[in-house]
């Protein structure tokens, strides 16, 4: 019913910028909430920013001030924009979205991940 696509990964150098994107598609009457994860081999997956539909954001401590997530409503996407990024930002990035389909459940997705990689 819904599918999720990201783009934005890459390999990019310490201290530069990337910006990932999360583009729902399907039945969709409204996303309630927009979800970043990341995974680095051999972790498990933490939870890195939240922006709900309204614009609420919430970040984890480690990329406070560095990470921006915000939402587009009107093209169903969600953002994440990364600043001065370090070696330790290395990870697949996932975005997970709660969204409201047409019918009027709530639904909750996840995109295929993308590869962010900070090095020199």
């Known amino acids: 019913q819904v599918q999720l696509v990201e783009s934005g990964g890459g390999l990019v150098q310490p201290g530069g910028s990337l910006r990932l994107s999360c583009a729902a598609s399907g039945s969709i009457l409204s996303i309630y909430a927009v979800n970043w994860y990341r995974q680095a081999p051999g972790k498990q997956r933490d939870l890195v920013a939240t922006?709900?539909?309204?614009?609420?954001?919430n970040y984890a401590g480690s990329v406070k001030g560095r990470f921006t997530v915000s939402i587009d409503n009107a093209k169903n996407t969600g953002y994440l924009q990364m600043n001065s990024l370090k070696p330790e930002d290395t990870a697949v990035y996932y975005c997970n979205a709660d969204i409201i389909l047409l019918a009027g459940e709530l639904y909750d997705s996840w995109g295929q991940g993308t590869q962010v990689t900070v090095s020199s």
């Open positions: 922006v709900t539909g309204d614009g609420k954001t």
